[in-house]
């Protein structure tokens, strides 16, 4: 249990731990799912289920079904409403005789469940296009249940909050923007109302939203006790450090900022690596205010006028930066690229002060990013900062140990589990890029099967479609054939489409390689939606994926390369057919010429006269890739050198 610890320790915590479990509230309720604009699944049985004080009777009613239940001992009570066709709209009436609960608003449809990381969570308002997808938003039949985030150590029964929205101008903005696309074209084609429930967490790994028994309860809660252990050592050790600090910043009194002078003595200060979170640093749990100082020497040919430029990254959450006690730059915004313009005349020879007031209000903290993303530019070059800085805090605010969002089943327990009684169609799902580490993303293939197999156990639905997006193109392009982990990665998702009614969207041809978040989410909800026409509403003839790898074989100095899901045909967007790579017995790769024959591919190289294997798209951001079928899909990436050892 070690390793999920080592995985942990710099994931955002949330929701106090408590081992004792807390009296239940009997207060009189129902589920958030039953709410005004709710979407509940057609043609399928419909619980109903809440609390009320023990013993109450408790009525409900929609139109002519009246259904009646006596909450138990626990104050728990449930209904099972009679399937119903699409449509609506209907009221739902619950009462216990003195206390009632009305839901309007309620139309029968199609429900799924979006789930993920950042991609599936990222929303419409941030995407391609938002002004005019949000302004003719008229969708009314189009509805989205929010889950919020939350936590639990063991399994919990009740959200802790949300409700519906329509797909119109005044909310689709919030919306995730995958699944409102996905529901827009489910819509148009299935006409039915569409109901998305969005339990997303940006920055999580697949193991958190894993049922218990996909892991083994014991083990899972293991892994729990053992980081809350670690979680407290460390939670004291930074109390002890950080004690005495009064409750305002020390560095910044009455406008001054005390801490970005020159000739400041920081001889007690700590130091931390830059860039990093300071929770990296040996403080979790804190938020607050930090300075952080850096001391840099400069030649008279670095200096010039004096001007320059400061990158820092992505500092989280806001910052206030200093060159030589020169206000250089503020910003309030935490997913920011910072660059500040340094006036002429603020850099001089010999010494040079940069100082960075950072303050923090929640989750991880501090200067952050990769280390290039931290410089200095002169009127000569540019200087790397990245290193040891020196760091204090100015104020602090020290949590609590709380469980961490990258604990395994801690998000399934809060964010899945109270949905499990909610019959739905089947479930989209983007994540992944938080497991595409060198260690992680083969075990990822595992992983992910489980994840899947115990949704569909625990709502029941042995088989119900499970949707999910591979990861897109990213990174800096490589110019040779070498390794890749997000490549692994996309492998070990594919792996997943060995499970009846599983699905993919390829989309390494729309990704961005500066930014993890492509905007481009109207073809991802374009593709997840072809493959739940195919594998949820029956279109048994519709070209719902791009080519796939079928098989393989070697003609003499070439590799012959048979693909299914070929649709009208294979076809390439530019002039020349690219992503292929071939290898000898010595497993080194080089670039290989290709063409199309019929439904193969043939390729090869000069430099390889007795290939072995091949691999196609085969890295973090794969360029060269432009196999299609006529159908406008891409081809999924992938190698026939899996088992020879040569990675991970």
């Known amino acids: 249990m070690k390793k999920y610890v080592l995985f942990i320790l710099a994931g955002v915590m949330i ?50 079904e009246l259904r009646e239940a006596k909450a138990g001992k626990d104050g728990t009570w449930r209904v099972e409403l009679e399937p119903r066709q699409a449509g609506g709209p209907f009221s739902l009436s619950i009462s216990t005789g003195t206390d009632v609960i009305q839901v ?141 600090l009064p409750g305002r910043d020390m560095g910044l009194e009455a406008g001054v900022a005390h801490w970005a002078v ?51 990254g992505r500092v989280d959450d806001e910052d206030i930066t200093w060159v030589n006690s020169v206000e250089v730059g503020r910003t309030n915004l935490y997913n920011s690229i910072r660059a500040y313009s340094i006036p002429p005349g603020t850099l001089h020879e010999g010494p040079n002060i940069i100082a960075v007031r950072v303050i923090d209000s929640g989750g991880l903290g501090g200067i952050r990013g990769a280390a290039d993303d931290v410089w200095l530019e002169t009127s000569s070059e540019r200087v790397g900062l990245e290193g040891e800085w020196r760091f204090r805090f100015g104020r602090a605010d ?51 099967k489980s994840m899947i197999t115990g949704w569909r156990t625990e709502w029941r639905h042995s088989d119900a479609p499970f949707l999910f997006v591979q990861l897109a193109n990213f990174r800096a392009v490589i110019d040779t054939p070498s390794e890749s982990d997000w490549a692994v990665l996309r492998e070990s998702q594919a792996d997943a489409l060995s499970l009846s009614n599983v699905g993919q969207a390829v989309i390494i041809d729309i990704g961005e390689a500066n930014d993890i978040h ?45 693909f299914e899901h070929v649709g009208g045909g294979l076809a390439i967007d530019e002039p020349e057919l690219g992503g292929f790579a071939v290898a000898g017995a010595d497993g080194k790769y080089f670039w290989a010429s290709a ?29 060269r890739a432009n196999l299609y079928n006529a159908e406008g899909l891409p081809a999924s990436p ?8 040569s990675l991970h």
């Not at 492509?518 to 029956?538: I, M, S, T």
Request: glycine fraction near 8%; aromatic fraction near 10%.
């Open 398 to 448: 020290i949590d609590e140990p709380q469980l961490a969002n990258t604990l395994p089943t801690v998000l399934y327990n809060k964010m899945i589990r109270p949905l499990i009684n909610y019959p739905v169609t089947g479930y989209i799902w983007y994540q992944g890029e938080s497991n595409a580490s060198h260690e992680q993303a083969a075990e990822y293939s595992e992983l992910f």
């Open 104 to 244: 309007s608003d309620i139309w029968f449809g199609d429900v799924w469940v979006a789930s993920g990381q950042s991609n599936m969570a990222w929303v419409v308002a941030n995407s391609n296009d938002a002004a005019n997808e949000i302004a003719s938003a008229d969708y009314p039949l189009i509805r989205e249940f929010k889950v919020p985030l939350s936590l639990a150590r063991s399994e919990e029964f009740e959200l802790a909050g949300g409700e519906w929205n329509l797909a119109d101008s005044a909310h689709v903005g919030r919306f995730s923007a995958v699944a409102y696309y996905f529901a827009k074209e489910i819509a148009e084609h299935v006409d039915v109302p569409v109901g998305i429930i969005n339990s997303t967490w940006g920055g999580t790994r697949v193991e958190p939203w894993t049922p218990p028994n996909s892991f083994g309860a014991e083990p899972a809660l293991a892994a729990i006790d053992s980081y809350m252990a670690e979680a407290d050592s460390a939670y004291e050790a930074v109390r002890i450090k950080l004690a005495n």
């Open 262 to 312: 020159q000739d400041l003595d920081t001889q007690g200060w700590d130091t931390v690596n830059v860039p990093s979170p300071w929770e990296n640093e040996g403080y979790g749990g804190v938020d607050g205010v930090a300075w952080y100082r850096l001391l840099i020497e400069l030649s008279a040919d670095q200096v010039g006028d004096g001007s320059g430029t400061l990158g820092l």
């Open 595 to 623: 063409r199309i024959v019929g439904t193969t591919v043939v390729v090869s190289s000069a430099r390889v006269r007795e290939p072995s294997s091949v691999r196609y798209a085969w890295a973090d951001n794969p360029d």
């Open 518 to 562: 492509p905007r481009n989410k109207q073809d991802v909800g374009l593709r997840l939606a072809l493959a739940a026409r195919h594998f949820a509403y029956g279109e048994e003839d519709l070209v719902f994926s791009g080519p796939t790898y079928a098989s393989h074989r070697i003609d003499g100095d070439k590799i012959v390369i048979q």
């Open 15 to 64: 929701g106090c731990f408590t081992p004792e479990t807390a009296p239940v509230d009997t207060t009189f309720r129902v589920s958030r799912l039953f709410s005004d604009g709710m979407i509940a699944q057609r043609n399928a049985t419909i619980p109903v289920w809440g609390y009320a004080p023990p013993g109450s009777n408790v009525s409900v009613s929609i139109g002519e």
């Open 638 to 645: 992938f190698r026939t050198d899996r088992d020879s050892g």
